[in-house]
């Protein structure tokens, strides 16, 4: 009995982190022309604020479909933001050279980033378990 109530939440779990790369994917398809029509500005923008929306949701989410959506919508603002910042180096720096350095340091940020996001909330969730406290940022794992 615990073992497939084990292997349901990993299932779940998995989803969850699943959500936010796949739906990248996809929304950088969408991006990029809308990007070569109106600027990078403005999807720039709304991708951080749609980031900073759908991250405190995610802290403050309860049922497993909130913290589902909230992540698959998180992958729509992060593809804003992040097409939007390369559209942004890709203007400022305009040499070859130069460009290649800047743009593979912000994507090597990105990536670090990525995995550091992975392993702090893994601490956050142990934190938790372990003080018993009530963070908003780590609400969900309740």
């Known amino acids: 009995m615990e073992k497939a109530y084990l292997k349901t939440q990993s299932v779940k ?3 969850i982190i699943a959500a936010k790369p796949a739906v990248q994917v ?7 022309p809308l990007i070569d029509r109106i ?6 923008f709304c991708g951080v604020i749609v980031i900073c929306t759908t991250a405190t949701t995610f802290g403050l989410g309860q049922s497993y479909a909130v913290l589902l959506v909230s992540a698959a919508i998180q992958g729509i603002g992060s593809a804003c933001a992040m097409a939007g910042g390369i559209a942004m180096l890709m203007r400022k720096y305009t040499e070859d050279e130069e460009r290649g350095k800047v743009i593979g340091l912000s994507l090597g940020a990105i990536g670090i980033g990525s995995i550091g996001g992975k392993s702090c909330l893994q601490s956050n969730v142990k934190l938790k378990s ?13």
């Not at 600027?39 to 720039?44: A, E, N, R, T």
């Open 13 to 15: 779990i998995a989803a």
């Open 130 to 142: 372990f003080f018993r406290t009530l963070c908003p940022c780590t609400t969900h794992s309740t």
């Open 26 to 32: 996809i929304a950088n398809l969408l991006v990029g």
């Open 39 to 44: 600027g990078y500005s403005v999807p720039m």
